[in-house]
């Protein structure tokens, strides 16, 4: 699988953040992504940004407010979901590795919800589902670019690099690296999928390097759905840790030349996942109380 994926000049793209297990979720941007291949004759982009799994296991009666709405983790189950949706819609579908399903292929195990959030899943899933789930999870790239001038990542642009062969011959194995602290040390992998905040120099820096002009990136929960820094980042958050009227998905143009985050809009570019919940900050239809 190819380090950084290229999508073309034309056709709409669906930009969604960090399920990390969440069925529901993923379902109704599936939904959003087949109406839209309706709408726009089928040319139609979706990228996932990585953190497809490990999700909480909490009951709930014991769920906190700070991790939104509830839900059962299904991490294997999204991540069937998720293959069978590419090979439906060969060249269409894709994901971008997090720092979640690097542990499962090389990377520093995380543990948010658990002691070892990989151990965990890999106990319940049994050795068949997780092969497979591995061999998911190589078809992943790191990055993505456009020329409409969005890059794509997991985490923040704090990489270094001269050029994209710098991601495209990034090493992803995780050898050697025993602890996330250890990896984010690392110039360009730790960075791309663990790094929460970019300065504008260095955002600057690896947009140049890529001939972008905005980084769109999630890991970090935004409980407002998005939130802009400067004009070259937005972190985007589409479900994990959100009320469902705060959860957001981008829609871009990719025929479009965007100069900055400034020129994406509420109730276009940045849509509401549940635009019945939604608030009209949102752009969402949502009735006041």
């Known amino acids: ?7 073309p000049d034309k056709g709409r793209l669906l930009v969604c953040t960090d399920l990390q297990g969440c069925m529901r979720d993923y379902l109704r941007m599936v939904e959003v992504f087949e109406q839209a291949l309706l709408e726009y004759g089928g040319d139609v982009h979706l990228i996932f940004t990585g953190d ?3 999700g ?3 009951e709930p009666e014991d769920w906190p407010d700070f991790l939104g709405e ?3 983790d299904a991490s294997g189950e999204v991540m069937i979901a998720y293959s069978q949706l590419a090979a439906q819609y060969p060249g269409r579908v ?3 590795l997090g720092n979640h399903e690097h542990g499962h292929v090389g990377g520093p195990h995380t543990a948010k919800f658990a002691a070892d959030e990989v151990a965990l899943l890999e106990h319940i899933l049994g050795p068949t589902a997780t092969a497979r789930m591995r061999g998911i999870i190589h078809t992943f790239a790191l990055a993505a670019v456009s020329k409409c001038g969005a890059a794509f990542t997991h985490g923040a642009p704090a990489a270094v690099i001269e050029s994209i062969a710098d991601l495209e011959g990034a090493d992803l194995s ?6 996330p602290l250890d990896l984010l040390d690392t110039p360009i992998v730790g960075k791309v999928l663990w790094a929460r905040s970019a300065t504008e120099f260095e955002a600057k820096r690896f947009l140049r390097a890529l001939n972008c002009t905005m980084s769109v990136y999630g890991h970090d929960v935004i409980p407002e759905g998005f939130e802009k820094i400067g004009d070259e980042q937005i972190i985007v958050s589409t479900s994990f840790g959100l009320f469902d009227q705060n959860k957001v998905f981008l ?7 965007y100069r900055g985050v400034r020129d994406l809009r509420i109730g276009h570019e940045i849509v509401p996942l549940y635009p019945d919940k939604a608030p009209a900050r949102l752009g969402g239809r949502a009735k006041a109380s």
């Open 94 to 96: 894709h994901a971008l």
């Open 56 to 58: 909480p296991h909490i």
């Open 70 to 72: 509830y839900y059962r």
């Open 174 to 179: 995780g050898a050697g690296f025993s602890s």
């Open 1 to 7: 699988m190819a380090r950084v994926i290229r999508f």
């Open 251 to 257: 829609n871009l143009d990719l025929a479009a030349k």
């Open 52 to 54: 497809l799994i490990h």
